[in-house]
């Protein structure tokens, strides 16, 4: 991963960590919370364990195309926000909207692997990956839903 990726990953993960927080003192649902952080230290180990986060490495060799990877993040927080917006039941709440956003990254990073080692992307390469960007952040909570209703 590049730097840039690496920071934004222990930033947002820590926003996440932070939001949890704030959630057990608000809710007091403390069951939720042991729940979310265990997930949370287990996203952690799996990145330190494949990858060896929290150092950074350019994967294949090639360099990661920022300006891609900046339109693909916008995409995903864009459509992480949608499905907010599209199934909100009630009124607005600025903390359940932020804490699904502070995931983003962890949604993005199977996309990050699909840009090239190069800059020469062609624009439609470009739009094809900010639209599934948005189907990424767009539907994350479904993935997460069926996942563990299975388990």
């Known amino acids: ?33 042991i729940i979310q952080a265990a997930i949370l230290l287990v996203v952690i180990v799996v990145l330190k364990v494949t990858t060896g986060f929290p ?14 990877i900046g339109i693909m993040f916008v995409c995903t927080l864009i459509g992480i926000a949608g499905h907010y917006f599209y199934y909100m039941k009630g009124k607005f709440v600025w903390r359940t909207f932020l804490k699904p956003l502070v995931i983003s990254p962890i949604v993005l990073l199977p996309l990050i692997g699909s840009v090239k080692g190069t800059s020469d992307l062609e624009p439609i390469q470009m739009i094809s990956f900010g639209v599934l960007a948005f189907q990424n952040g767009f539907f994350w909570k479904e993935v997460f839903e069926h996942a563990k209703s299975k388990i």
């Open 1 to 33: 991963m590049s730097t840039i990726i690496t920071y934004l990953l222990i930033l947002f993960l820590g926003l996440f960590g932070l939001f949890i927080i704030v959630e057990l003192v608000f809710s007091r649902a403390v069951k939720r919370f």
């Open 55 to 68: 150092a950074s490495r350019v994967p294949f060799g090639g360099v990661a195309p920022i300006v891609a």
